[in-house]
């Protein structure tokens, strides 16, 4: 799952973490069976900021990843979230091992948070024309995992 499009996705993941249940609610078209389809955000400090721009394509890298990561603006001024961070959309194409990504991502210095929401849904609702499917959760470390941006 590739939450925090919107900016909130630490205090997302805070909450998702401390929730007995997550349950995520989307349309058909943000499903894919792959992650990788749309970008995925990340939770950076300003300060240091082209450093772990570097650190970040330089982990992806590692993993056979590639694409550009660029930092999110709102007009001529960079994106800040709620907790006065900057995001890099970082578009990689199809990620075939979120977990190792997820573990690069949150070894680098000036890393706050990544979108990848690992092992948090319990399901997922999806609706698309009228009818609503309900999706029980992947268990964790399984091959192919959906995304719901």
């Known amino acids: 799952?590739?939450?925090g499009g919107g900016g909130?996705?630490?205090?997302?993941?805070?909450?998702a973490a401390a929730s007995?249940?997550?349950i995520v609610i989307a349309d058909r078209s943000k499903m894919v069976e792959t992650l990788g389809r749309f970008p995925l955000?990340?939770?950076?400090?300003?300060?240091?900021?082209?450093?772990?721009?570097?650190?970040v394509a330089a982990a992806a890298g590692r993993l056979g990843l590639s694409g550009p990561v660029t930092l999110r603006m709102t007009g001529s001024q960079p994106f800040v979230t709620d907790g006065g961070h900057f995001?890099?959309?970082?578009?990689?194409?199809?990620?075939?091992?979120t977990r190792a990504l997820s573990n690069a991502l949150h070894a680098i210095p000036g890393v706050v948070e990544h979108g990848l929401f690992i092992g948090l849904a319990s399901a997922a609702i999806?609706?698309?024309d009228g009818v609503q499917t309900v999706?029980?959760?992947?268990?964790?470390?399984?091959?192919?995992?959906h995304d719901v941006a």
């Open 1 to 3: 799952l590739i939450k």
């Open 8 to 15: 909130a996705l630490l205090r997302e993941k805070i909450v």
């Open 20 to 22: 007995a249940r997550m």
């Open 41 to 55: 955000p990340i939770e950076v400090n300003p300060f240091g900021l082209r450093a772990t721009e570097i650190a």
């Open 87 to 97: 995001i890099l959309d970082a578009s990689f194409g199809r990620i075939p091992d």
């Open 126 to 128: 999806i609706a698309g």
């Open 135 to 145: 999706h029980a959760a992947r268990k964790p470390g399984s091959s192919t995992e």
